[in-house]
């Protein structure tokens, strides 16, 4: 049996590092967490824009692969059964912080508090108005846009994440982009309004 250094070795199969944790080798579930930590708490940051709650994300998620992953069928893309799990934790979590208004709350700081610089054309002022507009898309929306745009998933991908057909998924980027366009004009306008008020 090869050494916990030798799983670094960047050749080393997914397949021979799960079994391996199944086995119990912890180096082997340590060298998963660095394949994926990243990964996985970009897709938690995308969807809440927070630090702390992507963190938790990140966490909860390897915990619940650390509970299930003998569960797990030699076969099955491995990739598309984390995201699954982190979604799923994405969405009961945006759950939970919608019943307590919490979500809510930030949002409304965010439209009032944060507005444009004077660089309203560079191309950082733009992401940063598709951030916090993507807050603001229903949640199916904003997790296959997500994972589209920001993860590169395909359709296909996107579908077995999140249980959908491949039309629904492609259905609901096309609302997503749709209602990005509106939102992110609302940001601009607001922008352009506060500025002319202000002289």
Request: aromatic share 12%; glycine share 4%; proline share 1%.
């Amino acid at each position: 049996m090869q050494s916990g250094k030798e799983i670094k070795k960047k050749n080393e199969p997914e397949k021979e590092i799960i079994r391996r944790i199944k086995c119990g080798d912890k180096e082997a579930f340590n060298f998963l967490i660095k394949l994926y930590q990243k990964k996985i708490f970009r897709l938690a940051y995308c969807y809440f824009q927070d630090e702390e709650e992507a963190m938790e994300i990140v966490q909860e998620t390897f915990l619940r692969v650390y509970q299930k992953i003998k569960y797990f069928t030699e076969g099955r893309n491995f990739q598309n059964w984390i995201y699954k799990i982190a979604s799923n934790l994405c969405i009961d979590h945006y759950r939970k912080l919608h019943r307590t208004n919490k979500l809510i709350n930030k949002l409304k700081e965010n439209h009032t508090v944060h507005t444009l610089d004077e660089r309203q054309s560079s191309a950082s002022d733009f992401k940063e108005i598709l951030k916090k507009s993507i807050q603001y898309l229903p949640y199916k929306q904003k997790m296959v846009f997500i994972m589209k745009y920001y993860e590169g998933l395909k359709y296909n991908e996107i579908s077995k994440i999140m249980k959908i057909s491949i039309g629904t998924a492609k259905s609901l980027n096309h609302r997503a982009i749709k209602s990005l366009q509106s939102i992110v004009n609302r940001f601009i306008r607001g922008n352009k309004n506060e500025k002319m008020q202000k002289n």
